[in-house]
């Protein structure tokens, strides 16, 4: 095998079939080709969206091969396992069959499959098991159990909880940060926790070895730390592997950069993303891979890949205006050459609701044009934007998919607060009041059905509890703070047809502050300590819903109803037939649609209320990939009263759409909204 040495010039070994290279003239545009063809040692290709970027990366493995290279000097990595399969297929296709010996797959799985053949030296044995994320749960469950008494109920079940404790230490693990700086920085909690989240990390890796198992972390970490530990195995693969090709750079981690540069100076790099398109931050990706790739590599060619396929020339120009704000990026312009269309439509409605009967009218209007309704998306910031939608959608019976969120009544939160509200209404509902005994620090599900067998005997359950008459042997402080926010929530129960449900801190709506004010806001807080906000501002689409209903019973039989036109709607997901695609803007990248409406563009709403200057920019890379999915329609929509605080507020349009040149969107703007564009 030749060394890093020997070819140091990276080229390939011949010159490839003249027809082959007419073929890529014919299929490939000029950056493309320049992409494909390129033999320098550094190669980075920005590749805008609906700019051919896997195809690029697909030809230019199959140039490779028909140049001389072996398949086996071909390391191609991807980010998700479809991408990968894409992958194959397309250049199976263009080659005729798949080329034996060339390594194709995620980061996590190459890792896999160099550890697996180097497994004694990072203290595994070949046949080590792969953790999921519920495994890992169940680990620090059973670490939690063993711990002293002494340690605080309450941090303890702040720690353990929907598996924050594994998500604290995986940000620490891919980020570079110590688990103190991840503590301090990312949630909400008391640096005296410190010693115990350090103590459960390292018996977690104790764990880990005992059962010859890696979680997916480990599956990156110890991939580097054979390589950093042990330079003559990074050695063998440098000279195997003449041509590293990375897909998506811009969703490299600081790991994954590393793993990468291990390759630098022996082998192609090779590597096409968009910084433009970098909304993964959450998940541990770092923008600044990207962004400082030209520096770290000097030497690299940059080959901009900037005509867009995919949309009309009035999306693509809407797009670049909105982007050109983010003031550190690597330049690029797109621009596209498809038949032109209608302006971007920006919608300025009253509410929430107004702004789903829009979205609801301009669909229907579309599919009856003959626009099937697969080739229409709602798209959305968090999924709590998608409520009043997703109920116009229900009770018109248009099928539709929901991506990167579980349904608004299915969502544990909305059950919780619904629970006092059916107990209210209805006191022998047993469900309902597991479900907010099991919620009260102190009773389980034992305690639960010895309590209940009393109530049930009581001709008026709720009276029993509040009275005092029925109490647990355990438990006793939550099950007091349940009963003092069931006795509050009974006293403001508001009478049918007296017109309180309608007015701020009245009504449902009120009854749902009151539950908030009572007990069930520390227990979000606590149960849900990064997802708080978000959450917190679904139970608030909850009470603008309910402000609408005159009384406690037809609120709840209208939910009841909506709930199993949910579950039909979750059984016709099995049906492959057509549908409306509901998203976030995070699952919804690398999709697109003919039609796009992109709702809730708010200030708080999108961009974030949690984005402060350096989050802003990622921000404004998340509306550009929403913008962006759309090939003939985009329609971007804002409102002026929202709710906040159980009463409707008055809003700003999202600082997205201000900074939008008007000559770029038509205006469809309803008295009062405030909006005016830029």
Same mark, same amino acid.
């Given at each position: 095998m030749e060394t890093g040495e020997d070819r140091k010039l990276l080229r390939p070994r011949a010159n490839a079939d003249p027809a082959w290279?007419?073929?890529?003239? !014919?299929?490939?545009?000029?950056?493309?080709?320049?992409?494909?063809?390129?033999?320098?040692?550094?190669?980075? /290709?920005? &590749?805008?969206?609906? $700019?051919?970027?896997?195809?690029?990366?697909?030809? +230019?493995?199959? @140039?490779?091969?028909?140049?001389?290279?072996?398949?086996?000097? =071909?390391?191609?990595?991807?980010?998700?396992?479809?991408?990968?399969e894409e992958m194959k297929e397309r250049l199976s296709k263009l080659l005729g069959s798949w080329p034996e010996g060339l390594w194709a797959g995620t980061f996590h799985s190459i890792g896999a499959r160099i550890l697996r053949r180097h497994a004694p030296l990072v203290r595994r044995k070949s046949n080590f098991s792969i953790l999921d994320e519920d495994d890992s749960r169940s680990i620090f469950r059973q670490l939690a159990a063993t711990l002293p008494h002494g340690l605080d109920e309450e941090e303890r079940r702040l720690l353990l909880r929907r598996g924050l404790l594994g998500r604290m230490i995986s940000r620490a693990r891919n980020s570079g940060l110590s688990l103190r700086e991840v503590m301090a920085d990312e949630y909400t909690f008391n640096l005296d926790c410190l010693p115990l989240v350090e103590k459960l990390a390292l018996l977690y890796e104790q764990k880990k070895e005992e059962a010859n198992a890696f979680?997916?972390?480990?599956?990156?970490?110890?991939?580097?730390e054979l390589f950093e530990e042990h330079p003559e195995i990074k050695e063998h693969y440098r000279e195997r592997f003449a041509h590293v090709l990375v897909d998506e750079f811009q969703d490299t981690n600081i790991v994954q950069a590393r793993l990468v540069d291990q390759f630098a100076g022996a082998a192609s790099i090779c590597a096409v993303g968009d910084d433009a398109q970098s909304i993964y931050a959450f998940r541990f990706a770092h923008v600044g891979n990207i962004l400082s790739f030209p520096e770290k590599y000097p030497q690299a060619l940059v080959v901009r890949m900037e005509q867009n396929y995919r949309s009309t020339p009035e999306i693509v120009a809407l797009a670049n205006a909105s982007i050109a704000f983010n003031r550190v990026q690597l330049p690029k312009k797109l621009f596209s050459q498809n038949s032109p269309g209608e302006k971007p439509l920006v919608?300025?409605? %009253? #509410?929430?609701?107004?702004?789903?009967?829009?979205?609801?009218?301009? =669909?229907?209007?579309? @599919? +009856?044009?003959?626009?099937?309704?697969?080739?229409?998306?709602?798209?959305?910031?968090?999924?709590?934007?998608?409520?009043?939608?997703e109920f116009a959608l229900v009770r018109q019976g248009i099928p539709y998919r929901t991506f990167g969120g579980v349904k608004f009544l299915q969502k544990s939160h909305i059950k919780d607060i619904l629970a006092y509200l059916k107990v209210l209404h209805n006191p022998v509902d047993a469900e309902a009041w597991r479900?907010?005994?099991?919620?009260?620090?102190?009773? /389980?599900? &034992?305690?639960?059905?010895?309590?209940?067998?009393?109530?049930?005997?009581?001709?008026?359950?709720?009276?029993? &509890?509040?009275? /005092?008459?029925?109490?647990?042997?355990?438990?006793?402080?939550?099950? %007091?703070?349940? !009963? +003092?926010?069931?006795?509050?929530? %009974?006293?403001?129960?508001?009478?049918?047809?007296?017109?309180?449900? /309608?007015k701020k801190g009245n009504g449902i709506a009120g009854l749902i502050a009151e539950a908030m004010d009572g007990n069930y806001e520390q227990i979000l807080q606590?149960?849900?300590? #990064?997802?708080?906000?978000?959450?917190?501002?679904? =139970?608030?689409?909850?009470?603008?819903?309910?402000?609408?209903?005159? $009384?406690?019973?037809?609120?709840?039989?209208?939910?009841?109803?909506?709930? $199993?036109?949910?579950?039909? &709607?979750?059984? $016709?997901?099995?049906?492959?037939?057509? @549908?409306?695609?509901?998203?976030?803007? @995070?699952s919804a990248k690398g999709k697109e649609w003919e039609a796009v409406f992109v709702i809730g563009l708010n200030e708080g709403s999108f961009p974030s209320h949690r984005a402060g200057d350096e989050e802003l920019p990622e921000e404004r890379r998340l509306f550009y990939v929403a913008v962006t999915r759309a090939r003939r329609y985009l329609y971007?929509?804002?409102?002026?009263?929202?709710? +906040?605080?159980w009463g409707p507020v008055t809003g700003e349009p999202s600082l997205f759409l201000k900074e939008l040149p008007q000559d770029c969107f038509e205006a469809v703007l309803i008295e009062g909204t405030g909006f005016t564009g830029s």
């Open positions: 290279s007419e073929r890529l003239r !014919c299929e490939l545009n000029e950056a493309q080709f320049k992409f494909a063809t390129a033999d320098d040692a550094v190669i980075l /290709g920005l &590749a805008g969206p609906g $700019s051919g970027k896997t195809r690029a990366l697909v030809y +230019r493995a199959a @140039h490779l091969i028909k140049c001389g290279v072996p398949p086996g000097e =071909i390391l191609l990595l991807t980010f998700t396992n479809k991408a990968a979680d997916f972390d480990d599956l990156l970490l110890r991939w580097l919608v300025g409605a %009253r #509410d929430a609701g107004e702004e789903a009967s829009f979205v609801l009218d301009r =669909i229907m209007a579309l @599919h +009856r044009g003959g626009l099937p309704l697969k080739e229409m998306a709602v798209l959305y910031r968090s999924a709590f934007l998608s409520t009043e939608v479900r907010l005994a099991l919620l009260q620090p102190g009773l /389980g599900q &034992a305690t639960f059905n010895r309590l209940w067998n009393d109530l049930k005997e009581s001709p008026d359950p709720l009276g029993a &509890a509040l009275s /005092g008459r029925v109490t647990p042997a355990r438990g006793k402080e939550g099950w %007091r703070s349940l !009963c +003092r926010t069931l006795e509050a929530l %009974r006293a403001r129960l508001p009478v049918a047809g007296s017109g309180e449900s /309608g606590k149960n849900y300590p #990064d997802q708080y906000e978000e959450r917190l501002r679904g =139970i608030e689409r909850l009470a603008e819903n309910a402000a609408r209903y005159d $009384s406690l019973g037809a609120f709840l039989e209208s939910l009841a109803l909506e709930e $199993s036109l949910f579950a039909d &709607a979750a059984a $016709s997901e099995r049906i492959d037939g057509d @549908h409306l695609t509901l998203s976030t803007v @995070h971007l929509s804002t409102y002026w009263a929202d709710y +906040r605080s």
